[in-house]
């Protein structure tokens, strides 16, 4: 019988490797929902991003202060942030940013 522990140590290790780079690899994403006006911050890697792209940054504080910048009162701005969903406010919260 042959042994394959090394074969499967190789696999496991380009599998981890890989998988670690993809993490990385996501970036943080600031949306605006298209008819409620409100932003949210989503993984670029989501299987369907939801609303108007506004920002783009490597790391998820990054995101939630862009998303502050983005801030407005003006609803019919299409290009800022007239509010934020409850999760998204919650996701900031917890990496020490707040949004208006």
Known sequence: MKDYKPVLL??????????????QAADWQVRRGHSSGSCSIQSSQSLKPLGKLLAQKPKSKDA????????????????????????????CARRKVDLP
């Open 10 to 23: 190789i696999a496991l290790t380009f599998s981890a490797a890989l998988a670690s780079s993809i993490a």
């Open 64 to 91: 939630c202060i862009a998303a502050r910048s983005l801030g407005s009162k003006d609803a019919a701005n299409a290009s800022r942030c007239f509010k934020y969903t409850p999760n998204t406010r919650r996701f």
